[in-house]
């Protein structure tokens, strides 16, 4: 198990080596490193049990809620 600590501080790595790269590549690698580490934060965090969190390291919880507006008359973006 990866601790959820550790791949956050490997982002934070990342993060500066991008802010100082030298060059437009430098700086790709390291933004392509820290998809890559948060595609395994992620992928863990659908299989529960496969990273270890503490209470103050869980990630907040993004809920998908449909929008509800007055006017509206339909589902679909093209309804009007």
């Known amino acids: 198990m990866i601790p959820m600590n550790k791949l956050l501080s ?7 080596a991008a802010k100082t790269a030298g060059d437009e ?6 933004l392509s490193a820290i998809r890559s580490l948060c595609e395994v934060a992620l992928s863990a965090e ?5 990273l270890k969190l503490t209470a103050q390291q869980s990630p907040p919880v993004l809920r ?3 929008l509800q507006e007055e006017d509206a008359n339909g589902d679909s973006i093209f309804d009007f």
């Open 64 to 66: 998908h809620e449909k």
């Open 25 to 30: 590549q430098m700086m790709r690698e390291a």
């Open 10 to 16: 490997e982002m934070e790595k990342q993060l500066a």
């Open 46 to 50: 659908s299989h529960p049990g496969s």
